[in-house]
């Protein structure tokens, strides 16, 4: 009998492949293409004069130099402001290939195409551009400042002022017993995915139809972009996405200049063409996030019970808004975590920056509120003398108190109403598996050996699962396998395995039998994208619903071939048996073949399903309302978004001579509902976990005050190795079915990053006894601030 799949630890299907160099991405697409390079701004904030392309035009194997000049109709427009928000009063986009101006180091200004890369580089360089430079607005201090404008149309350097609140939170602070104000600062950062962007189109003159094979996130909506870009009916775009080597959330936004430029290129020249993004410009020209200022104003009761909470924040969205507010909206009302905060009232400014743009990178705002709210939770703590995770506990929003509505909008534009969780549980099975209530005895014994540790603890709810809807499409075969396609893109998260676990346990039929197929627009045209930790949610959903139609087809059409009720049929590994009578049973694929009726047989299985086989004569081969074959499509589309949760602990130590930081443990509980796999929602996290590891202690992009990038290599950007990543990250699970999908599923995709900056600066601030209120942070700017902390301590006595 088969064996019931959800919830169980299925090895990847993907591995087996993948790891044996089996994988298939976009610059392996061998289509004979030509191939693009661009030239991209080596400035800032820069008016462009003139450009000459003279001396590149003559180069043998180059084929077609571009500048904007060269653009027309839509290609000649600003690139789609994706997601537009009431509160975006001043959103501004650039252009595929830059108009009049540059806004930061990396803007694609000119693109050439030749017969491959390397002379397209070199053709490139001989372009001559004369710049007339415009002062550089770098960091949001200086947006706030707004000595400089981005852009001259925009005052202040303000694309968007947003508030929310849900009571009078200045008043009720102003009545509390007791308030803190801090100050908090998460520094900007970026994914890095092994693959970076990369983009191959061919258009095929005769039928009038463009491929493209791109590196995305959303093949739909480069589809829908493509299309409206080039003038082309949708129906003539076909977007595919192949294995992709990461996204992270870079690869959401869309279209980017180049996706655009190639499809162009292969349309006029009859050609492929392919980019392939090379390291540099992926940290150029590819988006950022994270850079956010918080002020926080906060009233509390002697419990450390929270009363009133003001948040004032300050977001660098970069030089342009192609993805909206997404990033500054999660933090803002994500912040909140699994507490009773009391009045709460939250104001963003998203400002401009001669930055690269800003969308959203695993987490997407959240990690930053996370740090916000957990900070404010330890200072709390410190200001009471209380233990921290007991101030957590008094303000947790109780089992019985859901759904709970923080009367927020979330960026779905939905309430933000949890949907279900157990918080309380969740803190002593995090105490536990940490060992927080036994740490001050571990403590002294690792200070007996001159070595200096601390703990932290920080705790999270993730809205997951975000509209409009996905889709699938089900199709059982002939031969008995399951052919399934949905419409969204998969990363590395194990779409093939999770999917089909859903499938196999729906139509009962052999896991082996099942193959999933994501990103490709032939095969599932309406699709929304991967994002938000919305895949099993939102596809996994819609999965099982199509597969639930197959199956009532499937024992309709086999009740007729067992002259039995529906109601008393079953399918065991696939095949469709009566219930305590299996010998009276028909497989899985001759029901398919039952599905469709047929004029002509083409083998020892179709006879069975021709004119003269099968079906009463009295009645039409195909019933009204039914079609031939045996399959379901259905779609799944949420009232609103479901919020997974967790919380991560931490021990550190910290050298007392060098001030480096080492992770000695690490824990991490976590709810997203219905578990489907089990060993994937663990990779999962620990994939997060280093992540936010990084965060904290490695990853920021430096500038310079005149915009340029001084890390834009792995030789100065740094990111954890596995080194620097725990051996063990032990985790433990809780499930609270969320009551908003068939299935109880909430997502898990970027659970493990969201609270490690928040975690770890508490655990740093415990072992050090000095408060932590930037990240990410280094052993040298932790020398530094132990030198501040030990002058402060001691000025008082001096005077």
């Known amino acids: 009998m088969t064996t019931k799949l959800m919830g169980e630890a299925v090895q990847r299907v993907e591995d087996d492949r993948l790891v044996r160099g089996g994988g298939q991405y976009v610059d392996d697409i061998d289509l004979d293409a030509l191939h693009i390079a661009v030239l991209r701004s080596p400035h800032a904030h820069a008016r462009i004069i003139s450009i000459d392309v003279d001396p590149v035009l003559d180069i043998e194997g180059v084929h077609a130099v571009w500048t904007y000049d060269d653009l027309e109709g839509a290609m000649a427009e600003p690139l789609p402001l994706l997601i537009p928000h009431p509160t975006l009063t001043h959103g501004r986009t650039q252009y595929a290939l830059a108009r009049d101006e540059v806004n930061y180091v990396g803007e694609a200004i000119a693109m050439v195409v030749a017969d491959d890369r390397y002379l397209a580089e070199d053709a490139v360089a001989q372009i001559a551009v004369e710049y007339e430079l415009l002062p550089a607005v770098v960091g949001v201090e200086a947006a706030r400042a707004a000595e400089n404008l981005v852009h001259d149309d925009v005052p202040g350097n303000i694309a968007a002022r947003s508030e929310q609140s849900n009571g009078d939170a200045e008043a009720a602070i102003k009545a509390a017993p007791h308030t803190l104000s801090l100050d908090l600062d998460i520094e900007r950062s970026a994914c890095m995915p092994m693959e970076g962007r990369g983009v191959t189109a061919r258009w095929d003159t005769a039928n009038g139809r463009l491929q493209v094979w791109t590196s995305t996130q959303t093949s739909t909506g480069v589809r829908a972009a493509v299309a409206a870009k080039l003038g082309l009916d949708l129906l003539q775009v076909d977007v595919i996405t192949p294995d992709v080597g990461g996204g992270f959330g870079v690869k959401i936004n869309h279209p980017w200049p180049e996706e655009l430029l190639v499809s162009l290129a292969a349309q006029r020249l009859g050609r492929p063409v392919k980019f392939t993004e090379d390291r540099r410009e992926h940290f150029i020209s590819s988006a950022h996030e994270r850079a956010q200022l918080h002020h926080v104003d906060v009233g509390f009761d002697d419990e450390g019970r929270l009363l009133g909470l003001d948040v004032r924040f300050w977001h660098d969205h970069g030089a342009y808004t192609p993805y909206g507010l997404i990033v500054p909206i999660n933090a803002s009302t994500q912040l909140v975590g699994p507490y009773k905060t009391g009045p709460y009232r939250v104001t963003f400014d998203s400002l401009y920056t001669n930055t690269v743009i800003v969308t959203p990178y695993r987490g997407a705002g959240r990690p930053q509120g996370c740090f916000v709210m957990e900070r404010t939770m330890d200072a709390i703590a410190a200001y009471l003398g209380k233990d921290r995770a007991d101030v957590r506990e008094v303000n947790l929003i109780q089992p019985d108190e859901f759904p709970y509505d923080h009367g927020l909008v979330f960026q779905d534009g939905r309430e933000t109403i949890y949907d279900s969780g157990d918080f309380p549980t969740m803190l002593q099975k995090i105490k536990a598996l940490v060992g927080w209530d036994d740490f001050e005895s571990y403590r002294a014994e690792m200070a007996a050996q001159g070595r200096r540790v601390g703990i932290g ?48 346990d729906e139509l009962g039929v052999p896991f082996e039998d099942v193959e999933i197929t994501t990103g490709d627009t032939r095969r599932m045209a309406y699709a929304v994208g991967t994002f938000a930790s919305r895949a099993a949610v939102m596809s996994g959903s819609a999965i099982h619903l199509a597969a639930k139609k197959a199956k009532e087809k499937a024992l309709r059409i086999a009740s007729d071939a067992l002259e039995a009720d529906p109601e008393d049929l079953q399918i065991v590994d696939g095949v469709v048996s009566v219930k305590g009578s299996p010998g009276t049973s028909i497989n899985l694929g001759t029901v398919a073949v039952l599905s469709n009726p047929l004029r002509y047989a083409f083998d020892e299985a179709s006879k069975a399903a021709t004119q003269f086989s099968v079906g009463d004569a009295t009645k039409p081969p195909v019933a009204e309302g039914d079609e031939p074959g045996l399959e379901g499509k259905d779609f799944y589309s949420p009232t609103r978004s479901t919020f997974a949760s967790g919380m991560h602990a931490v021990i550190v130590e910290t050298d007392p001579d060098t001030a480096e930081i080492t992770i000695l443990k690490y824990a991490v509980v976590h709810d997203c509902g219905t578990v489907i796999n089990p060993m994937i929602v663990e990779g999962q996290i620990h994939g997060g976990v280093a992540q936010g590891i990084g965060g904290a202690l490695y990853e920021k992009m430096a500038y310079d005050e005149s915009g340029q990038l001084l890390n834009a290599s792995f030789m100065d950007f740094l990111m954890p190795y596995v080194t620097e990543v725990p051996d063990a990250i032990d985790v433990d699970h809780l499930e609270t079915p969320s009551p908003l999908n068939p299935l109880g599923i909430k997502g898990a995709g970027e659970a493990g990053v969201i609270p490690g900056s928040a975690a770890i600066a508490a655990a740093i601030e415990d072992a050090e006894g000095l408060p932590i209120t930037a990240m990410p942070i280094s052993p040298s700017e932790l020398f530094e601030l132990r030198a501040q902390h030990a002058v402060a301590a001691t000025t008082p006595e001096e005077n």
């Open 457 to 504: 603890l920080a705790a999270y709810v993730e809205g997951t699962g975000a509209g409009p809807y996905e889709g699938a499409h089900v199709n059982i075969e002939s031969s008995g396998k399951v052919k399934v396609a949905t419409g969204l893109t998969s990363q590395g998260q194990g779409h093939q395995t999770a999917f089909a676990q859903i499938v196999a």
